[in-house]
């Protein structure tokens, strides 16, 4: 028997075509489901059909182990549907990857530790030194890889052996400032969660807040984004700005901008632990 | 048979259980309806199940003027559900009531004679003469009926009266200033759209703006509900805000909050039209 | 005797340096001027002081047709300033060019009907047919002239023949969508006030409203600039943004930015008509 | 010699007469300060005059400590200046208050920690015990005061001694909701920074996101304030505000609104620490 209070999350998608919701809605209604939220979506340019749906299973009649298989064979295959399966049960593990700034740092961590979120957090690897402070403050193990050109390739080894050590299903880059490797993002596609500071795609690449003082923008932005080998071009998961005027200086938009960053990627974060997200051609849906 | 493009929507709520979803989309798909789209809620605190779903009915096995009927047969009253059914063909008409400012009244009439609403005006009411001219521009029969305490049960009968002649389905008060009676209340529950001039419920009543000033508010707003008898009480549809400082004097956020005023009154009107609430409860539930 | 109830503007800038403030203030003061208010900034990148400051002149000992000179004579020389001087009684006068959207004209034509601006709008150019119902509406002269490739510059040379006969001090681009030519932006410099449908310097160019539905932006911008020899590249006045979701289509993008175009082109055009601006190094400084 | 890289910063209010700016802005010209920053504001209603100055003192004719007196005698008691006068050199301290809550609480220090703030929190006192923990992490000083009907004069005695003993200027309410007693309102007039978890004046008092979530709003928002005898009815600094749905439930609207919490009480604790605040009347003129 399945885990009282446990529920099931599909993440599907299709070309649209008639009768998904009911055949979709059926199979959880027939096998003793009870659906806690369904949202759908259809693109109008594409023609395509996104859906969410979480359910109970206490009494669902397919076993746990079984039901991606069930759902497989009586449901997505007939409709050419792509599905994801989670479980309320399952914790999602964070890699967390920073460099010099404690502003995102410790707004993730504060969030993880008061209880906010539903996920570990096993260990935080860095090119710098300084924020091993800021994880001992949380007991958790703190990884100082420094990196230059010449280690490079073997840092990034020693990375992705902690990863797999620490058995982490997804990336959170928290103002980390370095290149992932493409095998990197190959490993992990629409797993690597990054923080912009500037409202993409305006101002791509380094220093965006000296680019934008430069212009003179009257709005400051963060976006955050998963990482695809093009930079800073990943599909957006979340954005939000502030009002900036000329009395602000690159030091003042660093400083509110650092505001938007951390909570920014907050949500991100909590969007993709909680299985509100369907990546499709370089854009998300977010069932929020 | 149906009109081709024509689309029907039911609005819906019942208590939460389990299978609706199911049920309601087998009966549109059993009967060649294709959903266009769905969205449900699931209200916590109270259990209560909300749903819009909308399909196209060029080819529906069930004849227009019977979908109701057999809605209600065959899934309505199984599970209690409160419907609503509208059809896409239907274009409902405003009466739409003004005072002396001409903001709201000429961001609503743009936006009919633009097409960016599928509305009929017929009329124009107001216990003032000065709009008159802004009804002229747009060709829109204007009815001057001034207001004292005397003639006020009779003006109110003229304004039914004529309500009825040109057989208005619902009423927008766009800065009207005046006390709607509760027979006309009663005669359009939650059909008479409202815009107040603050964050609700904060400043309640007449002259939020120099309340606001007088509180030293950093932030105004402005409020689109439904009326009910309550003063400024009614289900909220729409807010939004505008960040003020000491440097704004009344005349300043009365002059920002215009702005505001507009494009909520605007956006509520909208939702109205298009179909996208339900209101439960004095709250609405907005599918957009 | 000047005016009662007049008010002189200063706009100034220079090199920041030690008692400026001072000086202006009693320039003022020593010949019975009243500071109504005064703002000054200085930016600390590029050691550059700019000021606002605006007093009452009924009473003031220097005859308003020589103020100009003897501010330069006695303060700004001295300091090295660059300044305008604005009096209040001086009605600024718009020419109005349009294409084919009305939501921008609306916008603007209802604040000058209601008082909101003190501002002349002595006629509209379009080259497009179908506003002009709009300009008969509010009685304002409508220039219809058709633009091609061939009649390009004789178009031009009409349209400044237009400007001058009415004796237009600054131009307004209501989403006009076609290129000024040079001429127009020397003759007018810092005067010709655009709205561009996108959060600049994102989406640059034609068609921002589809680059933002193909990049997934969560939130679209809207920006009011200064036009330059530089495509979208002039100093910006204002912007404001709204958030979207993938819910969002095209047409919605477009509906909805329609709300923010015409809001901030009308914030911009009253910094403009106020003299609450100074443009230095493409950047504004806006004193509000 | 005064400190060179020191700046004073004048804080003065008067009614509203002819020739102030001059006089303070000669005052600082002719003793060789340089002006850093100068911002007024005259409130149109009441015809009050409210200016900040801020200006370097390392050549400045008259000493650092007579300051004040030169200022008083010279310029203030001429116009009827009310001032303040602040030292860049001096370091403010803050008292901090707080509950169960971590949100704010984190987000405090690690602004501290960071350098973002020019502040000292020599201590934190609590009524409850488990924020120990946080203190701990970066090494502040936690007293844990339990307070009970009976016991409550005596625990509030013994945060005043502690407030007396760590020399602080200035105490910040970060979630502590516990009603601050009058004697302490009294000796730190506008010096008690409170957080309030709505959108002041709505929904004074206790449990305001049961009340937002009953009211229906779809917009929340969060205030902070100079703490007065009035329960939130002091001075607002800061208010922002989040757009929620009836999606979301009472949790939602506290997780959110935490968001909110913590940086409107950073922002408007930045405001003190800076000396950028005038309150006059029960309302905040802030030079940002």
């Known amino acids: 028997m399945n885990n009282p209070n446990e529920h099931a999350i599909f993440l599907m998608h299709c070309s649209d075509q008639q009768g998904i919701v009911a055949a979709v809605s059926r199979f959880i209604d027939e096998n003793q489901g009870n659906v806690i939220s369904l949202d759908q979506h259809v693109d109008s340019a594409t023609s395509r059909f996104f859906m969410r749906v979480s359910f109970e299973i206490a009494g669902f009649l397919v ?67 300084n924020l091993e402070k800021v994880a001992r403050q949380f007991d958790i193990p703190y990884h100082f890889l420094p990196m230059n050109k010449e280690n490079k390739a073997e840092v990034q080894a020693q990375q992705m052996a902690l990863i797999e050590e620490y058995q982490c299903d997804f990336l959170v880059l928290a103002r980390y400032m370095q290149i992932i490797p493409p095998d990197f993002i190959r490993k992990f596609p629409n797993r690597i969660i990054n923080i912009h500071h500037s409202f993409l795609p305006a101002f791509v690449g380094a220093k965006p807040y000296h680019a934008a003082h430069d212009r003179g923008v009257k709005i400051i932005g963060a976006t955050s984004h998963y990482v695809t080998e093009d930079l800073d071009a990943g599909p957006i ?19 509110k901008g650092k505001d938007l960053e951390k909570i920014v990627l907050s949500r991100a974060i909590r969007q993709h632990i909680k299985h509100k997200l369907i990546v499709f051609e370089n854009k998300t849906v977010i069932f929020d």
């Open 237 to 255: 998961i979340e954005q939000d700005v502030a009002k900036v005027s000329h009395k602000d200086d690159v030091a003042d938009l660093i400083r």
């Open 63 to 129: 076993p746990k182990d079984q039901l991606a298989d069930y759902f497989s064979t009586l449901v997505a295959k007939r409709y050419g549907i792509t599905f994801e399966l989670h479980f309320s049960s399952r914790t999602p593990r964070m890699a967390l990857f920073v460099s010099k700034m404690s502003h995102c740092l410790y707004d993730i961590l504060y969030r993880w530790q008061s209880g906010e979120w539903r996920v570990e957090i096993p260990m935080i690897i860095s090119n710098h030194e």
